[in-house]
């Protein structure tokens, strides 16, 4: 079992930043996916970011309409992810989910993930 743990949402001005971590417990696998997803009241759960470490590299994914403005990293023993977002938009409004793979898959589909946080939430005012 893994155990995912979020912390750093909260609310924050259009143009403001925020720094998301989910620090990861249990049995962590190597060199699948960890990534982050936001649902937003009323729509479906979305892609945000995804990074696999594999040896001494890494692979980072991200959604379109995140790309220049998230970046997402890891700590150096890989159990915490961070999602650092800048550049935030109303429409960033969410809560956002860590999720973890037990076996690599495609990154970008909610379902290729077997563990989940309880989210923590993001405010983003006009």
């Known amino acids: 079992q893994v155990q995912l743990v979020e912390s750093g949402g909260g609310l924050v001005q259009a143009g403001g930043s925020l720094r998301l971590s989910c620090t990861a417990s249990?049995?962590?696998?190597?060199?699948?996916?960890m990534g982050w997803f936001r649902q937003a009241p009323g729509k479906e759960r979305e892609f945000v970011s995804a990074i696999r470490s594999s040896g001494f590299s890494a692979y980072y994914f991200y959604a379109d309409s995140m790309k220049g403005r998230f970046t997402i990293s890891t700590d150096n023993a890989k159990t915490t992810v961070y999602l650092q977002m800048n550049s935030l938009k109303p429409e960033d409004t969410a809560v956002y989910y860590c999720a973890a793979q037990s076996v690599a898959r495609r990154p970008d589909d909610p379902g290729n993930f077997d563990y989940w946080g309880r989210g923590t939430q993001v405010t983003v005012s006009s």
């Open positions: 249990g049995r962590i696998f190597s060199d699948t996916h």
